[in-house]
């Protein structure tokens, strides 16, 4: 357990005084922070029909699957971290897993270099985990009936509603998938062009098969008629996925990870997730600084977090897994001795070449090998007038999954497979590395940034933060969670403030547009490699205090704050 002692705040803070300070959205009785309007409103439905902030979660979860499928999903899957009002926790894991037929080596070619089949294609697929995830946690924790919360989604694509300006963007770009699978190309082009703003977008097939989940639950999905099309279709078209996949997939709850920091709880996400890890061991490395006496992107306070980042990006490469298949030394990455040690190899002033930083633990693991992840997920807050808390992170993986809908389902197919491990020793595009602990094995989970964290202050829920954005998520989440924690930020002005980020290898510091060209400089002059990035993760946050929720979604882009 991680213990920190409150550094001494000063208040100089010139960057903030700077930005055009906003005001958050603000409810007394419940809240919901998602990236897509329509989803988000469809939450707040249920919750002032009176049910909880579960009930909520899991139909935003299958709204998002319709109004928003670059990465809403019932194809995917991800996370759900929980927090009932009376302080219980739980942790469900319904993230993808490989099929029985997936082998270690099946993505390297003849010339021993990845192939592309692990991203396009059928045989990109995992087991899609998102239905049995929403199940459990709706049998567990919910309070609503299951077709309830199933019906908004399935109105949205009877009846259709109007493409937004950023669907019909992400539907345009040179990135997408879509149109390389026919199935796929019908329902999201029109007349042969990807739909504009302002038209209707209706999806039938997947109002039926959301029809047919909503009247026999998950079962329907993993043994029945649904589960009978996406195994044939599978094996037809030369993918994974057999009915046997389906039918032994399985939610896993586990316990969250639990850590202090000052005056406050946080709960966040166990491996397969890197990020909960990544949370803790860079509060851990920051104790006892004064890192943040000089306002929050200040050449100092990115100058202290970025080589924290460098830190946990290092030990990731090599320890990080799935815990069912490999022995993650959660303990020892969180150890304070561990954390103190890793702390003081931190200069001043002068940035560490990542050269001549490593893994940190006594004894490595096993050879390193290839890692990276799309920045291409969701997330969404939700809390009601109890004070039940729920995070959701779920994915398809890139955008558009692998841009197959599975025939007459409507439903589109993540490329999970990606997340392994792939190729020994070989950085990927991103220059990210992994570890043997998230080579592919059937059945097994692969390693996730994705990290939805709770965080209680006195025992009182204070608040609710999580990202999409690959790689990036940890370094996005957990500054938001410091500038409100440690530079007392509102929801709205934490996820607004440009970001930064620092993964290890390459040696790079990316600053989020809108940082002072004086910092940047400032950055150069202590030794970073200073590169322009546009994003860095997508924080969605909700802050409690005093009763009253403020939530915070960031303003460039187009998400929602629903409250009441």
């Avoid at 509060?283 to 929050?296: F, K, R, V």
Wanted: hydrophobic share 40%.
């Amino acid at each position: 357990m991680i213990r920190i002692v409150s550094p001494c705040l000063l208040a100089p803070y010139l960057f903030i005084s700077a930005l055009s300070a906003k005001t958050p959205v603000q409810a007394k009785h419940g809240m919901v922070v998602a990236q897509e309007p329509l989803a988000a409103d469809a939450g707040l439905t249920v919750l002032k029909s009176g049910g909880n902030a579960i009930d909520a979660a899991i139909a935003v979860g299958f709204a998002l699957a319709v109004t928003h499928p670059v990465a809403g999903n019932i194809g995917g899957g991800g996370f759900m971290l929980i927090r009932l009002a009376d302080g219980r926790t739980a942790f469900l894991d319904f993230r993808e897993c490989a099929p029985k037929k997936a082998t270690r080596d099946m993505y390297i070619g003849s010339d021993g270099n990845p192939t592309r089949e692990s991203i396009v294609g059928w045989r990109s697929s995992g087991v899609p985990g998102t239905i049995a995830g929403f199940e459990t946690a709706r049998q567990k924790y919910g309070s609503k009936r299951w077709a309830n919360l199933v019906a908004p989604a399935i109105k949205l694509a009877r009846e259709g509603f109007l493409v937004s300006d950023d669907f019909a963007a992400s539907l345009r770009g040179p990135s997408n998938p879509l149109q390389l699978d026919p199935e796929s190309r019908r329902i999201f082009l029109r007349n042969g062009r990807p739909y504009d703003a302002g038209e209707t977008l209706k999806q039938p097939e997947l109002a039926s098969t959301l029809e047919r989940i909503a009247a026999n639950g998950a079962k329907e999905f993993y043994q029945g008629e649904t589960a009978r099309q996406l195994a044939a279709a599978m094996q037809a078209n030369g993918g994974l996925i057999t009915e046997a996949d389906l039918r032994d997939y399985k939610t896993i709850e586990r316990n969250p990870l639990n850590g202090d920091y000052k005056e406050f709880h946080v709960i966040t996400s166990p491996p397969p997730s890197a990020g909960g890890v990544g949370l803790l061991q860079m509060m851990g490395m920051l104790e006892g600084t004064d890192y943040d006496s000089a306002g929050p992107d200040s050449p100092k306070a990115v100058h202290y977090e970025a080589e924290a980042m460098r830190r946990f990006y290092a030990d990731r490469s090599e320890y990080l897994g799935d815990p069912d298949f490999y022995n993650v030394p959660v303990r020892q990455l969180l150890d304070k001795k561990y954390l103190n040690w890793r702390r003081g190899t931190i200069d001043a002033t002068r940035a560490t070449p990542s050269d001549i930083i490593g893994p940190g633990l006594p004894k490595s693991l096993d050879a390193r090998v290839s890692w990276k992840e799309s920045e291409e997920t969701t997330h969404y807050n939700v809390v009601d007038e109890k004070g039940n808390a729920v995070a959701v992170t779920y994915t398809l993986n890139n955008s558009y999954g692998n841009g197959i809908t599975a025939p007459g389902l409507g439903f589109l197919l993540n490329d999970e497979m990606d997340d392994f491990a792939a190729k020994p020793g070989a950085p990927n595009m991103f220059g990210m590395l992994g570890s043997d602990a998230n080579a592919i094995e059937p059945g097994k989970r692969p390693l996730s940034s994705m990290m939805p964290t709770i965080i209680t202050k006195n025992g009182r829920l204070f608040m609710v933060a999580g990202a999409p954005g690959g790689a990036r998520i940890t370094t996005g989440v957990t500054e938001v969670i410091l500038d409100v924690l440690d530079f007392h930020m509102n929801a709205q002005d934490a996820v607004d403030l440009p970001r930064f980020h620092e993964q290890w290898k390459p040696d790079v510091l990316y600053l989020q547009d809108g940082f002072p060209k004086e910092n940047q400089e400032a950055l150069r002059k202590m030794g970073y490699e200073v590169k322009p990035t546009n994003a860095v993760a997508r924080v969605e946050a909700i802050v409690v205090d005093n009763g009253i929720l403020a939530g915070g979604t960031e303003s460039r882009l187009h998400g929602k704050v629903s409250g009441y």
